[in-house]
């Protein structure tokens, strides 16, 4: 088995022509999947806009698959998170949120699937935790968030038999992905961002490859990944 991972973070709203292009052209080359860990908007934590977000057309001309949202997609409140998010052009990621009301609109999904090449593939979705039930400004908003490494715990388990890929695409910063993969050495991949720290080559913690994105569109990382007897190895990266 092998697989093409092709991964953005922390673009900021500094998207452009010739950077989506070079995404688009390597995503087809390569027969990748297109991954981000979130903060790719302009909107600030507490900004609500207007009218989607130009984002969102850049990520769909690049043909973007999946991505986890940051800090910036996220807002406390139910109106102005569907704003954030509103055109998002894949499936948008992030298992530790939840709503307090059941009514509350879910803009977010706790898991990726699919199966790409003969691959089945899960990707795993989690955000740094903006609101938390033990801060006062919890009672002023929809939603919650659980801490990230239980919240993987659990997944992971559930995941593990029913993929041959397991994915982690976060944005909770490169000292808490070691954490993570310390915790869930079941993963493969840790894909994350927020902490705006590149690797320049992926680092390998309890076994699962780590990696992360330059950001502001300066770059990409791609990782191309072949299965021997149970586990991942890594046998090419681009920059």
Not at 98 to 126: I, N, Y
Request: positive net charge; proline residues 8%; contains cysteine.
């Amino acid at each position: 088995m092998r697989l093409a991972l092709l991964h953005t973070s922390d673009a900021h709203n500094r998207w452009n022509e010739a950077f989506v292009s070079r995404l688009r052209a390597l995503k087809a080359h390569h027969d990748a999947l297109l991954l981000d860990s979130g903060d790719a908007i302009r909107a600030g934590n507490v900004a609500i806009p207007l009218r989607p977000e130009t984002a969102w057309d850049w990520m769909r001309t690049a043909g973007y698959d999946a991505m986890t949202i940051g800090n910036r997609e996220f807002h406390l409140t139910a109106a102005g998170f569907v704003a954030k998010t509103r055109g998002a052009p894949c499936p948008l990621l992030c298992a530790n949120l939840r709503p307090k009301h059941p009514d509350a609109p879910m803009p977010v999904q706790p898991v990726w699937r699919v199966e790409h090449g003969g691959v089945r593939v899960a990707v795993l979705g989690l955000t740094v935790p903006m609101i938390t039930p033990r801060m006062k400004v919890a009672a002023l908003s929809a939603y919650l968030f659980d801490p990230p490494l239980e919240v993987a715990r659990a997944w992971v388990a559930r995941l593990r038999p029913e993929a041959d890929l397991m994915i982690a695409l976060t944005h909770i910063g490169i000292q808490r992905d070691r954490l993570l993969a310390e915790a869930c050495p079941e993963l493969d991949v840790i894909l994350g961002g927020h902490s705006h720290t590149p690797t320049a080559t992926p680092e390998q913690v309890s076994g699962v490859w780590l990696s992360h994105a330059p950001p502001f569109c300066k770059g990409a990382t791609l990782l191309t990944l072949a299965r021997h007897d149970a586990r991942w190895t890594l046998e090419a990266t681009l920059h």
